[in-house]
C-alpha cells in the first residue's frame, strides 16, 4: 500500500469526478509531491488543475 492509498477514506461528496490514465513516471511524481505537501494524490492534483484552470481563463479573458 503506497502513502497516499493509506490516507484514503470512504467520504461521502457531491463533487464531480473522473479518471486519468497516468505515466508511471509521473504518478510516482505526484506521489513523492503529495508526500511532502502532506496532501492526498486528488487533493494534489485537484489544486494543480484548479491553477492551470484558473491561468487559462485569466488569459482567455485578455484575448477576448
Not at 461521502?12 to 505537501?37: G, S, V, W
Amino acid at each position: 500500500m503506497n502513502y497516499n492509498q493509506s490516507l484514503c477514506h470512504d467520504v461521502p461528496t457531491k463533487k464531480p469526478r473522473t479518471t486519468i490514465y497516468l505515466d508511471p513516471e509521473l504518478m510516482q511524481a505526484l506521489e513523492e509531491r503529495a508526500k511532502e505537501e502532506k496532501r492526498t494524490v486528488s487533493n494534489l492534483c485537484n489544486l494543480l488543475i484548479e491553477q492551470a484552470m484558473n491561468e487559462w481563463l485569466k488569459h482567455r479573458g485578455k484575448e477576448s
